[in-house]
């Protein structure tokens, strides 16, 4: 019911290049999964956990894409670190 995601970003790369990170969740339960993103920012003391934090709902037997996961959920104009996303379902 945890996973980690070690690296993801949204900013420039070279060559007029763009970072960004996608997530695909699926939910094969007969019930709503209740999920919590916890974005880890990187080169910051993330010892009390994550600065920033967000919710998300996966209907029953559901997939929901986060396109660009932290631009869209967490405003990052230019950043990258670790996401932690705990479910409330496997």
Not at 32 to 41: K, P, S, T
Request: charged share 15%; hydrophobic share 45%; aromatic share 8%.
């Amino acid at each position: 019911r945890v996973w980690i995601v070690p690296v993801a970003a949204h900013n420039p790369g070279v060559d007029e290049t763009f970072w960004r990170t996608d997530l695909l969740l699926h939910n094969p339960n007969p019930v709503a999964a209740f999920l919590r993103i916890e974005y880890l920012v990187e080169n910051t003391d993330n010892s009390e956990g994550g600065s920033i934090d967000t919710s998300v709902t996966i209907p029953a037997y559901s997939a929901v894409t986060l396109a660009d996961v932290l631009g869209t959920l967490f405003s990052v104009n230019n950043g990258k670190g670790s996401l932690i996303v705990v479910a409330t379902v496997p």
